[in-house]
């Protein structure tokens, strides 16, 4: 168990401690900036709990197979360079004028969010252009606070190019902003030499330890603040340490051993605004407390069955445990219905894949959104394929995926999938 999730202020990062190697002692980083590295960090779900979590009841969430990857190309041209081919963003600042920046308001970075003037003085660095939209400038922010914060450690700012890139829709509650986040601090963190490189020789995948997790966990954390203002920490947390996490009230934790479900994720592509799903429901709340307080009780309820039911299944998985969990994921849906974050496209969603014998909910804020699928391990792969094309015909986007995957990873190059590579390094 660990906690990630922090109020404002309250437990964030300490300066981190500096690297024992000479690369600190010195301020040049040596051997590690000629070195391209390669991170990923995962999206997540919601399994169940959302709408019920805002009023302090349990909720799941899951590390999604669907990641961000982010490459790190150390150099000498004294510039740093961040690409986003997604959002189709490119720009390089020079580094003589950020070391030439007064960054000692960053001196506290890591402990409390940034003021609104030192947010301005962010703003004045990266330097935007009148037409940048808002999705730009909190990717473009977020980069340069972190960049900034980390490296200021070192004697001179590192030279380098990033580029990340996505399997993730952005903007569709599936954590995207986070799994930014939690890649640009791991990879800033390595390069400085605040943790090592896990990445051992021969090896596909490294990951960090514990203690190295929580540093980058704290990192994203700050930087997710600048992206969403006052996040819960659940995103980042799922992101770091990947798996399953229970969270209540700012308290995370990681389940052992979750069972590792084949999910759909369906994305309805029909917009909503998490904040007045949120209100809506709080309204309820107050207009009919006898009938919404009992919901909520019951979902916190379905949440913790689940759980029970995980750490069975970690013992030894039956086709009996599969039905219960479609169970769970149908009172669910019936409860997030009544408390009114259902949907039209939703309900379609429900039915469409219930004509083929499987069970959903949405996740997330609902009224509209994504949903998922429970995909039982004795389906044959025809009945999967035929409920992808149907709901491919309603017009969702539709990814066959896992749940519980990983946590942020470095990788050598020839592991990751030439897709991948070819989005990361065909710029
Ligand atoms: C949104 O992904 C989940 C909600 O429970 C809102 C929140 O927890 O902040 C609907």
Redesign the pocket.
Known sequence: PHSGARAPGDGAPERPRLGSGGAVATGFPGAMLSEVLLVSAPGKV?LH??????HGKV?LAVALNLRTFLRLQPHSYGKVGLNLPNLGIKRAWDMARLQLLDTSFLERAGNTALTPEQVEKLKEAAGFPEDCTDHERLAVLAFLYLYLSICRSQRALPSLDITVWSELPPGA?LGSSAAYSVCLAAAFLTVCEEIPNPLKDGEATGRWTAENLELINKWAFQGERMIHGNP?G?DNAVSTWGGALRYQQGKISSLKRPPALQILLINTKVPRS?KA??AGVRSRLLKFPEIVAPLLTSIDAISLECERVFGEMAAAPTPEHYLVLEELIDMNQHHLNALG?GHASLDQLCQVTMAHGLHSKLT???GGGCGITLLRPDLERPEVEATKQALTNCGFDCWETSIGAPGVSMHAAASLDAPVRQALDGL
């Open positions: 919601i709990g959302e709408h019920a979590v805002v909720a509650g819960s659940v998490t799903l949120v974050v997330g804020a609902g």
